[in-house]
């Protein structure tokens, strides 16, 4: 059964427009309020967060009022990274944690991500319920079992100390010069203060939100102003965020991008040396790239792939006993100290790295040589399934068939946006432009 609602990471889509309305968000609230408080308790808590979009105010007001009205008492915790409501719904002991972004989108999209009392990211199952319910619609509860509503004022704070622990504190981080690119976004205030706290020279980029310019021309969807302030400033290294914290890029001292691949590459390599690698086994999406693979193999180490999206990759690690896996574009996810994608801590990860060296971040960013890839997207209408189409169906089979032996090639509709990404890898850079030109051509003339 397909999800209606649901994508890879929750209900996402321009704000003010079917599915993201107040209306829905109301509904949504109701149905995920019924699905978790099926017993008729009152002691059932919801904590809510959100990153710095202006919808944010609605989205959060007409979730609270639908969650509310099916008895849930709702715990408010304001502009916060995604990671942190993960671990906020565990040390709250809430049913359920949700967080309004839509991530790295533009500030006129906006989203509904949810975790479940475990502080890990719903089920396809409990979606599929959930969808039944938005659909059947929720009988409210009585007047007298309505749920609370509460500001939480320390939420932040205690997400600041969580993150620290994950760095040893015999890990000296003083005298390293740090740019941090919070993308105007959940992690605004939170990556400064604890990269101060922890003793780094701080210099901020992209702490000034104003409800529409998350993302905007900074961010790890956009490291050319986090590079250039590394540069500026000769510090020492760049960490970039996304809109709600959960992604990274690292940027060497020369102002040279790491990707999550590269990331992910110096942690599984440092942990297997320290004996922390679980399973020996790093797990990634079909995304990352084939020289990730070839690193690892050569270190005696495996990648596990999974379908795109973090919640994926999470189960896959869960459910093999792994303990790091991520995405390319800067997921990063270990389960020794979060239960999501946290990119500020991936970023302390890599400080450390760096601080216990005692080498230079462009040493350790850039782990192993990417094979040749390629990725172009085609944006698509509402009711289009261009992919469905026996011209474009051939296409593919054709690009596979030039390809094989020689690369690969990955086809799939993004889970987050109205969007056909094309995707190959090759040695012969001449051969994959010309693959993946062919696909997308087939699926513009589709349209």
Request: hydrophobic content about 40%; glycine content about 12%; charged content about 25%.
């Amino acid at each position: 059964m397909g999800r209606k609602f649901f994508g890879t990471d929750g209900v996402r889509g321009k704000a003010n427009q079917y599915p993201m309305t107040a209306e829905m968000a109301l509904r949504i609230g109701a149905a995920v309020g019924r699905h978790f408080r099926n017993d008729g308790q009152n002691n059932h808590r919801v904590v809510i967060g959100k990153d710095t979009r202006l919808s944010g105010y609605m989205f959060e007001n007409a979730l609270t009022a639908g969650l509310t009205s099916t008895g849930m008492n709702v715990l408010l915790l304001g502009p916060v990274p995604t990671p942190a409501v993960g671990l906020l719904t565990t040390s709250m002991r809430a049913d359920l944690g949700v967080m309004i972004s839509a991530s790295h989108n533009p500030a006129e999209d906006n989203g509904i991500k949810f975790f479940g009392p475990d502080g890990f990211k719903l089920s396809d199952e409990d979606e599929l319920d959930i969808e039944r319910l938005i659909e059947e619609g929720v009988e409210p509860s009585h007047a007298e079992n309505i749920g609370r509503a509460k500001r939480i004022d320390d939420g932040l704070f205690r997400y600041i100390e969580r993150v620290k622990s994950s760095v040893p504190n015999a890990v000296p981080l003083q005298g390293m010069k740090v740019v941090i690119d919070c993308a105007n976004g959940a992690g605004y205030r939170a990556a400064p203060e604890a990269l101060w706290e922890l003793g780094a020279e701080v210099i901020p980029v992209g702490v000034s939100p104003n409800g529409r310019n998350i993302n905007l021309a900074c961010g790890s969807t956009y490291t050319k102003t986090a590079a250039e302030a590394v540069v500026a400033h000769g510090a020492d290294v760049g960490i970039s965020l996304d809109g709600d914290a959960d992604r990274v890029m690292i940027i060497d001292e020369n102002g040279k991008v790491a990707d999550g691949d590269q990331i992910m590459a110096l942690l599984a390599e440092r942990w297997a040396a320290q004996d922390r690698l679980e399973g020996g086994a790093l797990v990634a999406t079909v995304m990352s790239n084939l020289g990730l693979e070839r690193f690892l193999e050569g270190k005696g180490l495996r990648l596990e792939r999974t379908a795109v999206g973090d919640r994926y990759v999470v189960e896959a690690m869960r459910k093999g006993g792994y303990n790091l896996g991520g995405e390319q574009s800067g997921h990063i996810v270990m389960t020794d100290h979060a239960t999501t994608g946290d990119g500020l801590m991936a970023g302390l990860q890599f400080l450390a790295a760096m601080a216990e060296t005692n080498l230079p971040a462009s040493e350790l960013a850039h782990r192993f040589e990417t094979v040749p890839q390629m990725l172009k997207n085609v944006r698509y209408g509402i009711g289009q399934a261009p992919l469905e189409t026996q011209d474009v169906k051939a296409a593919i089979a054709d690009a596979e068939n030039v390809l094989s032996g020689k690369g690969r090639l990955l086809i799939r509709k993004s889970g987050t946006e109205p969007l056909v990404r094309v995707m190959a890898e090759c040695e012969d850079a001449v051969l994959l432009e010309k693959t993946v030109d062919s696909v997308v051509n087939a699926v513009q003339a589709a349209l």
